[in-house]
Nanobody, 115 residues
C-alpha cells in the first residue's frame, strides 16, 4: 500500500499562484510516476501533469506554460507550481502514484480561483 498526503490548496484570485505538495509513503518503489489530476463539479477527472522518477514530464493542454511539476526523489514528494491561475482551474486536485501495480490516489485538495 502507498499513502499520499497532499497539501497547499486554497483560495486565490485569478492571476495568482499556488503550490501543491504531495508526499508518498509506504510500499513505494524507486521507479514510479507521480502526478496531479483534477476534477471540477460535474466534470470528469482530467490530467494536470505527471512526472516520472527520471523527471520526464507530461502536461495537460489547459495548463501548459502556466503550471510546473517537479519532484524530490529523496523525499518521495511531488510539487505542482501553479501560476497565472484562472477561474477555470477551480477543482479538487488529486495526487497520484503508480509503479508496477495499481494507481494510488490522494484524498484531494481544493483549489478555488476567484475572479
Amino acid at each position: 500500500q502507498v499513502q499520499l498526503v497532499e497539501s497547499g490548496g486554497g483560495l486565490v484570485q485569478a492571476g495568482g499562484s499556488l503550490r501543491l505538495s504531495c508526499a508518498a509513503s509506504g510500499s513505494t518503489r524507486s521507479l514510479n510516476t507521480m502526478g496531479w489530476y483534477r476534477q471540477a463539479p460535474g466534470k470528469q477527472r482530467q490530467l494536470v501533469a505527471i512526472i516520472t522518477s527520471g523527471a520526464w514530464t507530461t502536461y495537460g493542454d489547459p495548463v501548459k506554460g502556466r503550471f510546473t511539476i517537479s519532484r524530490d526523489n529523496a523525499k518521495n514528494t511531488v510539487y505542482l507550481q501553479m501560476n497565472s491561475l484562472k477561474t477555470e482551474d477551480t477543482a479538487v486536485y488529486f495526487c497520484s502514484y503508480v509503479d508496477t501495480g495499481p494507481i494510488y490516489w490522494g484524498q484531494g485538495t481544493q483549489v478555488t480561483v476567484s475572479s
